[in-house]
């Protein structure tokens, strides 16, 4: 059998899969087995896919994806903690032609944040809100988060969530769920490929859904901090799946009525 | 000559965000300001410009609405009062952090705290010396009129285009509540370019724009920061406004902005009239303060008197800028209670000409 070569592999025909165009050269700063670089991949490929580059404007939030604005193609600003669905609010009802998401934690969405979340989307705002939801604060070193477990260690709840004393986790997503102004509301992962097929076609609903005005379209995404969680990625992953997904189980809490 | 009305002077902001072209509102109600946001209301600027007007569930999301339509370029305000513009500070430190052109309105109560619902100038500090965090300067503009309020709107928002910088009109309770007779200027149309720098989606012809006040890299942040400074001493260099009145034959002068200028005017004729010759100098913008030319005045003047609804902020710039040449003094009321022109002429005998 002759050798094939190098050139001979790398054919059109032979292609599967390429990165999307709307991420940049740069190397994301997350930890390696961190959900956020498989979420900004899924964004990225949507806006491509649907041809928004040039009708986007992202907003960041305060937390690790706060330099996401390297990592993405597109206009982008950066906010204050909590308050990227006000930033959104006013871009989207100055330029309604424009496809405006923001890409938020669990720190920054349902707790600082949080008043800012609830009246967006009770407004029913056109914009598309990402939450990325690992119950922990992972930047400022695996703090208590607004949606860590009840028992679940933190670096401020060091011998686990006492919710006696701490409070109860915070379930936004059902709460956005209720509100006359959400459109499309779902829960995704990304710790197995089969979740992250999922999750990438809800991203693109409510991506797609943004141009009908019907209202906020919300995605949480159920994901991992091994570092903060102090596992490895893959003990993480399975933490999430016997741990996270009982108390937040995926599936869509709200969908247009067709 | 332009239209001519009687407006309250928070009204006239109204009016005239409208008429300057102003892309969007972002408010929350809070007196002696609501009425800017009910106006706006009333008058559906929508149907008018095409001008957005929202009412945010607080001033933290008010603030924050204006940063994101700052950041694509439009032309955005906001207006408050005191605690409601404290509320506001962070978002104010970012948009200053960012660069971005906006617009705020500060109808000034008395305070600290809920304090009270009537006239002050206690605000001066907060507004002038950077009320958020980090080393920033906001442009301050303090009108003594619904004249003023109604000009500065246009001057504001012209002022922080030209410098991407927020600016600010101080104003208090008084001037806000006031009706007077204004001549509106005529309404120019929303603008419609885009802006090199603005997030409005990356086109193809240029590379993407990022709106961010953050650089974890020390070296460039603080090259961002001495950017900001230079830009800064630029416009203390050239965007300095006063006013003086009888000042020219002045043996003694008063230093007062806003509603303490209106008084202080009285009070300069009352002074006039028992033999004093005193002046007024009236700073128009507060920051840029005008202290080249407050120095200036110590050739001529043997003392001066700062009189502010306050417990003495403004005079601190004062004292700066004579550095001790004369005898620099300060008069004021607190709480919500304005001075008398009697009780300043007082004052100017008794602090300034007899101490």
Redo the contacts between chains.
């Keep these: 059998m002759a050798e094939i070569t190098l050139d001979q592999i790398i054919q059109p025909e032979n292609m599967v899969y390429t990165r999307s165009r709307i991420m940049t050269d740069t190397v994301l700063h997350y930890c390696p087995g961190c959900g956020h670089g498989t979420v900004h991949r899924l964004l990225a490929e949507v806006i491509e896919e649907l041809d928004l580059q040039s009708e986007t404007i992202g907003i960041t939030p305060v937390g690790c994806s706060v330099l996401m604005y390297n990592y993405m193609d597109i206009d982008m600003q950066e906010a204050a903690h909590g308050r990227a669905p006000a930033l959104a609010t006013a871009i989207k009802r100055l330029m309604s032609e424009k496809f405006v998401f923001t890409y938020q934690g669990d720190g920054d969405l349902a707790a600082i944040g949080t008043a800012e979340t609830i009246h967006a989307c009770n407004r029913g705002e056109n914009i598309t809100i990402l939450f990325i939801n690992n119950g922990i604060y992972g930047m400022t070193g695996g703090q208590m988060a607004p949606t860590t477990l009840p028992d679940m260690k933190a670096s401020t709840c060091p011998y686990g969530r006492d919710v006696q004393m701490m409070g109860n986790p915070l379930k936004i997503t059902d709460i956005v769920a209720t509100l006359p102004g959400s459109y499309y509301v779902t829960r995704q992962s990304v710790h197995t490929p089969g979740n992250v097929r999922k999750a990438k076609k809800a991203i693109r609903k409510a991506v797609e859904y943004q141009k009908r005005n019907q209202g906020t379209c919300f995605v949480e995404i159920v994901s991992n901090c091994n570092s903060g969680w102090k596992m490895t990625p893959v003990d993480a992953n399975q933490w999430l799946e016997e741990n996270m997904l009982p108390f937040y189980p995926l599936g869509d809490l709200k969908v247009p009525e067709e | 000559m332009g239209e001519l009305r009687l407006m309250k002077g928070n009204e006239a902001v109204a009016e005239a965000a409208i008429r300057a072209g102003a892309?969007?509102y972002?408010g929350y109600p809070i007196t002696p300001q609501s009425e800017v946001m009910e106006y706006l209301m009333a008058e559906k600027p929508h149907e008018r410009t095409g001008m957005?007007v929202?009412q945010?569930?607080?001033e933290?999301?008010?603030i924050?609405?204006?940063?994101?339509?700052a950041?694509?370029g439009?032309k955005?305000m906001t207006s408050s009062s005191s605690p409601g513009i404290s509320l506001m500070q962070?978002?104010i430190s970012?948009i200053a952090g960012?660069e971005l052109p906006c617009l705020l309105v500060n109808v000034v109560r008395g305070g600290p705290g809920l304090g009270t619902i009537q006239p002050a100038q206690s605000d001066y500090f907060q507004s002038v010396k950077g009320g958020g965090h980090g080393d920033y300067r906001l442009i301050t503009l303090a009108p003594a009129s619904v004249q003023e309020m109604s000009d500065f709107v246009r001057l504001g928002f012209e002022l922080a285009f030209k410098y991407r910088n927020p600016a600010m009109i101080l104003s208090d309770g008084a001037i806000g509540q006031m009706m007077e007779k204004v001549e509106l200027f005529d309404p120019v149309p929303r603008s419609k370019e885009i802006l090199p720098w603005a997030?409005?989606?990356?086109?193809?012809d240029r590379e993407?724009?990022?709106?961010?006040?953050?650089d974890l890299d020390p070296k460039r942040q603080e090259d961002f920061n001495l950017k900001l400074q230079k830009k800064y001493r630029e416009i203390e260099e050239k965007e300095v406004r006063f006013e003086k009145i009888q000042c020219d034959d002045a043996e003694y002068l008063f230093v007062a902005y806003g509603t303490s200028s209106r008084v202080v005017q009285k009070a300069v004729q009352l002074a006039r009239s028992r033999g004093i010759r005193v002046g007024l100098f009236r700073p128009i913008t507060l920051w840029p303060f005008p202290s080249k030319e407050i120095f200036a005045m110590t050739e001529q003047v043997k003392g001066i008197l700062s009189v502010e609804m306050s417990a003495g902020q403004m005079v601190e710039d004062i004292r700066l800028a004579v550095k001790g040449k004369i005898k620099v003094d300060y008069y004021g009321r607190m709480g919500g209670i304005i001075p008398t022109p009697d009780e300043v002429v007082e004052m100017l005998e008794k602090k300034i000409i007899g101490g």
Excluded: H, Q, W
């Design positions: 892309d969007g972002f957005v929202l945010a569930e607080s933290l999301a008010a924050n609405m204006v940063y994101g339509g950041a694509c439009k955005v962070e978002g970012y960012a997030t409005t989606g990356k086109t193809p993407r724009n990022i709106i961010t006040s953050l």
